[in-house]
């Protein structure tokens, strides 16, 4: 285990036709590591993006070096979870940084989420978009009141004693996440919320930071009915087993 200042962190980004986004988002994580003095490593997980998106990530690596940038893809869409799980097998670090690639969490939250963490020794730091000054941008109505009400739900069920549970952007010790993994069966939407939930059935200690989430803003989004059907499906399963 990294000890004080010998601190890695290690950047999942799951990519699908991200190729508008991921070198800015790139350049922005660079950016804000080097300038917080943090070591990092960004491995980039492409599930055989039709739009050129591994291309892409090969001229980065070029850019930022082969220490910096590790381009780990597979074959086709496989799921987060997985991708999450693909990505943790190639890092170094001893903490795991999960954020979206489509620009959506801003990487100048990160060093927040690092003091956070060793302010109060944290196991997971998760951004939230629901309390302190934490909010989202660019949604519309609809939208937004699918993201309350999910929330709202998941709490009264659940009692999760987070905030935000069904966001993204987190910051996990290495090993905590791996043991997540092995507990966690939920794909898509729920992954996220599944997550917080066994963290605290396991006892994690769990610290929140507010976020600006902005929506994407190139290529589409990717929650459509599907997602809200499966979201209420593995919330009333993890009622039903948690």
């Given at each position: 285990?990294?000890?004080?200042?010998?601190?890695?962190?290690?950047?999942?980004?799951?990519?699908?036709?991200?190729?508008?986004n991921l070198p800015l988002v790139v350049w922005l994580l660079?950016?804000?590591?080097?300038?917080?003095?943090?070591?990092?490593?960004?491995?980039?997980?492409?599930?055989?993006?039709?739009?050129?998106?591994?291309?892409?990530?090969?001229?980065?690596?070029?850019?930022?070096?082969?220490?910096?940038?590790?381009?780990?893809?597979?074959?086709?869409?496989?799921?987060?979870?997985?991708?999450?799980?693909?990505?943790?097998?190639?890092?170094?670090?001893?903490?795991?940084?999960?954020?979206?690639?489509?620009?959506?969490?801003?990487?100048?939250?990160?060093?927040?989420?690092?003091?956070?963490?060793?302010?109060?020794?944290?196991?997971?730091?998760?951004?939230?978009?629901?309390?302190?000054?934490?909010?989202?941008?660019?949604?519309?109505?609809?939208?937004?009141?699918?993201?309350?009400?999910a929330n709202f739900l998941t709490q009264v069920l659940l009692?999760?004693?987070?905030?935000?549970?069904?966001?993204?952007?987190?910051?996990?010790?290495?090993?905590?996440?791996?043991?997540?993994?092995?507990?966690?069966?939920?794909?898509?939407?729920?992954?996220?919320?599944e997550m917080i939930v066994r963290a605290r059935q396991l006892?994690?200690?769990?610290?929140?930071?507010?976020?600006?989430?902005?929506?994407?803003?190139?290529?589409?989004?990717?929650?459509?009915?599907?997602?809200?059907?499966?979201?209420?499906?593995?919330?009333?399963?993890?009622?039903?087993?948690?």
């Open positions: 285990m990294a000890a004080g200042g010998a601190d890695k962190f290690s950047v999942l980004l799951p990519t699908y036709n991200e190729r508008e660079a950016r804000t590591f080097q300038e917080s003095g943090n070591n990092f490593e960004i491995i980039i997980i492409d599930d055989g993006s039709p739009d050129g998106t591994q291309e892409i990530a090969e001229q980065l690596r070029k850019i930022y070096g082969s220490d910096k940038i590790l381009l780990r893809p597979r074959a086709r869409k496989l799921g987060l979870g997985t991708a999450y799980i693909h990505g943790m097998k190639h890092a170094t670090g001893n903490f795991i940084v999960i954020m979206d690639a489509d620009l959506s969490h801003h990487p100048k939250f990160i060093p927040e989420f690092i003091r956070k963490q060793k302010e109060g020794n944290f196991d997971i730091v998760s951004g939230t978009r629901y309390k302190g000054n934490g909010g989202v941008y660019g949604w519309d109505l609809k939208r937004k009141l699918i993201s309350r009400g009692r999760p004693g987070a905030s935000d549970l069904t966001g993204s952007f987190r910051l996990y010790r290495k090993e905590v996440l791996q043991k997540l993994m092995e507990k966690c069966v939920s794909k898509g939407y729920v992954f996220q919320m006892g994690y200690s769990i610290g929140e930071v507010p976020i600006s989430f902005v929506d994407r803003v190139y290529g589409e989004s990717k929650l459509g009915g599907n997602e809200i059907v499966s979201f209420l499906k593995g919330l009333l399963t993890l009622f039903a087993t948690t």
